[in-house]
């Protein structure tokens, strides 16, 4: 059987280009310095012991060498400019440009967190116009751009939550989590000091009202429920969940990671969510990857106010914006400086550009795609829920592991037909997960692609699955041992001896 599908062939070559780790040739050098005109000093006179007796076996490579080696290793990455990313729950969608050449503007690039509030004005303005877009967006009262990521926006939700119910002579002790939620959640409840009680998700993939009324007492501090779910499902209760939860004195927490399936649409805030937190760098468009950067700022209700971050940007009497540091019940700084100021405005362009019946269209075609998916695989892989999908659609390996191939396996050979894998193995409520999300970035066509990429995989599965076991065949690493790889990691090059 031919392991080389035609489909897409033109996204990856299975030809070895080689490496040029060693090709050093002693003399070889990409550059000469031009004629010292100063004298020459011995590095160990400056540098003391610290000063390496040599370069540690650095090649000798000349210049179109090393250029050929740069250029090779970045055609052996995936990238949005070269096909879609199904990676559900991480909404990898296209990032325009335009956001890029705008935060690259001399006055915002070079801009210094230390210098004075008079001269930076533009930056104020631009935290201010970004704060008053996502509170209106979201529904809350007020918002901190601080936190540099999702988690660390979670981790300020639930200490002000905290700060809250401390205020109130109450400290409780536990937080409720549904089995759907992100696994950031758990951890960050933790990280406060809460303990955590998973709450179970009815056949229909949302959260059991029963089970919350019987679990929801005057111990519990908040409700972390992600909504849409991991499921890419809508919590289709959540007003009679917000009301359970206010009865008794808790606050309802809104993981807004999913938020990319109700921009414009409906609000957190209308339907009872007291704090949530935003991902600037899925929801609005930002890029994000290999470990940042990101932004995670956090909404609130007007109950939670007076515990934000700070500092905080606010309006003078003569029109000018400022830094406001006094707030007794603050809980204090999260993140050095005043967050990630580049995410804010790639994210500020980015709402600007779209505008609010932009917005909302983007969410519209980020549920049509996800759906449009739904449609195209359903009956060839299992799908666990009939609940409606909202952005991503979540299926199992159910009918292909009755040959033996798991959701890893059809994820490794998605990768000979040339498309980043989904997510395997999430969310944990569902055994053997294949979790897609388009985003709306994706046109028909790449759609189809996809779709068809899916079903050819499926036919293999059932027609040979060791070809599916066996993938991928045209990456130019095969198959790893990811069990080794994890305990015994290889973190640095080593000339050969």
């Not at 005109?37 to 090393?66: F, T, W, Y």
């Not at 897609?436 to 699955?465: H, Y």
Request: charged share 20%; hydrophobic share 40%.
């Amino acid at each position: 059987m031919n392991k080389y599908p035609d489909l897409k062939a033109t996204r990856h070559t299975s030809q070895d280009e080689g490496l040029i780790f060693e090709k050093s040739s002693p003399g070889k050098a990409a550059w000469k310095l031009p004629p010292l005109d100063v004298p020459e000093v011995d590095s160990k006179e400056l540098l003391g012991s610290s000063a390496r007796k040599d370069l540690g076996n650095m090649p000798e490579v000349s210049e179109i060498e090393i250029i050929r080696h740069f250029t090779r290793l970045s055609t052996w990455n995936y990238a949005i400019d070269l096909g879609m990313y199904p990676l559900g729950s991480c909404t990898m969608k296209y990032n325009p440009r335009v956001n890029e050449a705008v935060v690259r503007m001399e006055g915002l690039a070079n801009a210094h967190p230390y210098q004075p509030e008079k001269i930076s004005q533009g930056a104020l303005r631009i935290m201010k116009a970004l704060s008053e877009c996502l509170v209106e967006i979201t529904g809350m009262d007020a918002i901190t751009l601080q936190p540099a990521a999702g988690a660390q926006g979670e981790m300020t939700g639930l200490l002000m939550v905290r700060a809250y119910h401390e205020s109130k002579g109450a400290a409780r002790k536990k937080v409720l989590i549904p089995d759907s939620a992100h696994g950031t959640n758990p951890a960050t409840a933790a990280t406060v000091g809460y303990a955590v009680e998973n709450l179970k998700s009815n056949a229909n993939g949302m959260v059991d009202i029963a089970s919350l009324e019987a679990q929801m007492n005057e111990d519990v501090a908040a409700l972390m429920l992600t909504n849409p779910n991991t499921l890419g499902v809508f919590e289709q209760e959540i007003h009679k969940i917000a009301d359970l939860m206010h009865a008794k004195g808790g606050l309802l927490y809104m993981d807004g990671a999913n938020m990319n399936a109700l921009v414009g649409k409906v609000r957190p805030g209308d339907f009872g969510v007291d704090v949530m937190h935003l991902n600037l760098h899925k929801t609005f468009s930002t890029p994000h990857g290999g470990g940042g950067p990101g932004s995670g700022p956090v909404a609130i209700k007007k109950i939670l106010e007076p515990f934000l971050p700070t500092p905080i940007v606010i309006e003078k009497q003569d029109g000018t914006l400022g830094l406001e540091y006094n707030s007794p019940k603050s809980v204090g700084r999260v993140r050095a400086f005043y967050g990630n100021f580049g995410m804010f405005v790639r994210a500020l362009a980015y709402i600007l550009a779209n505008g609010p019946d932009g917005l909302r269209q983007t969410t519209e075609d980020a549920v049509l795609n996800a759906n449009y998916i739904r449609k195209g695989l359903q009956g060839t892989f299992d799908l666990p829920y009939s609940t409606p999908s909202m952005h991503e659609v979540v299926f199992s390996d159910k009918i292909q592991a009755k040959k033996g191939v798991k959701t890893m396996d059809l994820a490794k050979r998605l990768i000979d037909y040339g498309f980043h894998p989904y997510t395997t193995a999430f969310p944990l409520i569902v055994p053997g997960a294949l979790m897609i999300e388009p985003t709306e970035s994706e046109g028909r066509d790449e759609l189809d692609l996809f779709i068809e990429a899916m079903k050819r995989i499926a036919a293999e599965v059932e027609e040979d699955p060791q070809t599916v076991l066996g993938a991928p065949y045209t990456t130019r690493v095969s198959r790893l041992d990811e069990t080794t790889a994890a305990r015994k990691p290889i973190l640095r090059w080593k000339p050969a001896s």
